[in-house]
């Protein structure tokens, strides 16, 4: 009777285990044409030094080489609250046709002489003098109904501009696919098409540390036009018909803002 119980239970084990690979596999090998991912990296850092270093780095080293290797539309920025927070953050979005492609940038940045040369402080930073205090990667996937990056119309400075970085968490996955469906067929995209907030993705979170979650990129000209935007969206009739359908209850469990501006450097 023993042997009959921890054999059921073994294979239950292989059965979650075969489940749980399956459901990784698909995500990370999604062979829709129009589907894109994203490989968002953020450095952590608390000194001027480095941000020099990192800003170096990645605009005449990181930048080019991956222009040369024919990937366009990445996004840097540093988080607006750098002007004022002792822990500072720089982002960097690189978007790819499958998550394969990630795995290879690595072998042929360093296969690249150019890139070796330009990034050679960076490269060898000795231990004293690191040129960041942490590195966080994030691993997305595009909804089926926002499947690629779309860049920006917008035209005032550089520098006034407000890229809106968030992050939905859910309770649980069943709770997540929830969410995601209010976003797709629940049309809260096509909302924010109507209200024109510029959003530059619409992606679920496939690897990082606040899993399940989802993560999408608006912009404004400004933070005073960001603010009249969200205004208009929590004002809207379908966001309120939205909300109140007794489907999408409480299918957000927490909720992260970044507000990022871009650097001088970034493709947008």
Do not use: C
């Amino acid at each position: 009777m023993r042997n009959k119980f921890i054999w059921s239970i073994s294979l239950l084990l292989v059965t979650i285990g075969l489940q749980s690979f399956v459901y990784q596999k698909n995500q990370l090998s999604d062979k829709n044409p129009n589907k894109e991912f994203y490989q968002i990296t953020i450095y952590r850092y608390n000194r001027p030094q480095q941000e020099l270093v990192l800003d170096n780095y990645l605009q005449n080293a990181l930048l080019p080489a991956l222009h040369r290797l024919g990937i366009k539309n990445i996004g840097i920025f540093k988080d607006i609250a750098n002007d004022t927070t002792e822990q500072k953050k720089l982002y960097v979005i690189i978007p790819a046709t499958s998550v394969e492609k990630f795995y290879t940038i690595t072998d042929k940045l360093s296969g690249d002489k150019e890139y070796r040369q330009a990034a050679a402080t960076y490269i060898n930073a000795p231990v004293t003098a690191p040129p960041y205090n942490r590195i966080e990667r994030i691993l997305l996937k595009s909804f089926k109904l926002a499947p690629t990056l779309k860049l920006p119309t917008l035209s005032g400075p550089r520098n006034d501009r407000v890229y809106e970085l968030r992050s939905y968490e859910s309770a649980t996955e069943k709770i997540f696919q929830n969410k995601l469906h209010m976003f797709n067929e629940g049309d809260e995209i096509g909302l924010f098409e109507r209200l024109n907030f510029n959003a530059i993705f619409y992606t679920e979170v496939i690897a990082g540390s606040k899993m399940p979650n989802l993560m999408y990129m608006t912009s404004f000209e400004n933070m005073q036009q960001r603010n009249e935007h969200w205004k208009k969206f929590s004002d809207d009739p379908y966001w309120k018909k939205l909300t109140s359908m007794p489907e999408y209850q409480q299918n957000v469990s927490h909720i992260d803002i970044s507000f990022l501006r871009p650097t001088e450097y970034s493709d947008y």
